[in-house]
């Protein structure tokens, strides 16, 4: 068994400015977690899967994705999840709302994956920068800094990514191209 999550990975742009500010976090607030995964915005959060099975799991995934459209996605400066995660704040779009609903939806009707946190809270789409190993006191220093920070990015997300955990860090196994198109 391995694990695997499926995200929307940002342009090689904007992934180098929020590695940029994890190496900050590691830096200063000695926060390293964050760095185990590229920059990503999680629409299923990690499950197990067989190994001897990733080419239906891929299949699968393939398929849902050549039937979304592509989606614009606005990132837009700093929050937090108090008192232990900041990150890159994504704005809640419709599209991107509807695009994470079906998908949970799919891969639990079609894959029997389901995320039993994520059905009792709503989807708080996010781009971690700090968390896990970030201590309270770490959070209370670091968050100042950032809370009224300026950040804004736009893109168009037209894939979906499928991450594999190598048993120190996540790394990207397969990329799923969206039909394409705007909405």
Same mark, same amino acid.
């Given at each position: 068994?391995?694990?695997?999550? #499926?995200?929307?990975?940002?342009? +090689?742009?904007? @992934? ?18 964050? +760095? ?17 099975? %990733? ?5 699968? #995934? ?14 837009? &400066? ?18 991107? =709302?509807?695009? @994470? &609903?079906? =998908? ?7 894959? &029997?994956? %389901?995320?039993?946190? &994520? ?29 009224? @920070? +300026?950040? *804004? ?10 991450? #594999? *955990? ?5 790394? #990207? ?11």
């Amino acid at each position: 068994m391995s694990r695997f999550f #499926i995200a929307l990975l940002p342009p +090689q742009d904007i @992934q180098d400015y929020a590695n940029q500010i994890k190496q900050y976090f590691a830096d200063n607030y000695a926060s390293q977690h964050a +760095q185990k995964s590229p920059p990503h915005i999680t629409l299923q959060p990690p499950f197990e899967w067989a190994d001897n099975d %990733v080419s239906r799991l891929e299949a699968s #995934i393939r398929e849902f994705a050549s039937e979304q459209q592509s989606l614009p996605i606005t990132l837009s &400066g700093f929050a937090a999840f108090a008192p232990r995660v900041i990150y890159i704040d994504v704005v809640r779009s419709q599209e991107l =709302l509807t695009l @994470q &609903g079906d =998908l949970m939806a799919y891969v639990e009707a079609n894959l &029997g994956i %389901v995320d039993k946190v &994520g059905k009792t809270r709503p989807f708080a789409p996010h781009m971690t920068v700090a968390f896990r190993d970030l201590t309270r006191q770490n959070f209370k220093a670091a968050w100042p800094e950032f809370e009224n @920070q +300026q950040l *804004h990015f736009e893109f168009i997300a037209d894939k979906l990514t499928l991450l #594999i *955990h190598d048993g120190s860090r996540w790394n #990207i196994k397969s990329e799923f191209a969206f039909l394409g198109g705007e909405r």
